[in-house]
């Protein structure tokens, strides 16, 4: 009886993973995911490339932890320090 059970579990197992499979691939047919945009109109185009962008800082909440991202233009402006007088961050040279 166990191994009847065991049997039916891993069938439905490998046949979700299979559905799920194709959902996702189904859905990558149509769409890349730069054609996405949110409610508020923000692209994921306007982000192009946001998957190689270093992480700055992070913070851990009871549900999720949160990190803020920055590209290679922010990181320079970053090592090049924050002005004292108030001025924007400047690219380094």
Do not use: C, H
Request: a positive charge.
């Amino acid at each position: 009886m166990e191994r009847k059970g065991k049997l039916t579990i891993t069938i439905a197992t490998v046949v979700l993973a299979v559905l799920g499979t194709a959902a996702v691939y189904a859905l990558g047919q149509d769409k890349d995911k730069y054609s996405l945009k949110s409610p508020s109109g923000i692209a994921f185009s306007d982000f192009r490339g946001y998957e190689d962008w270093a992480v700055v800082s992070s913070a851990r909440t009871d549900e999720v932890l949160k990190v803020i991202v920055a590209n290679p233009t922010m990181i320079r402006a970053y090592k090049a320090g924050v002005p004292g007088n108030g001025q924007p961050f400047r690219m380094a040279p």
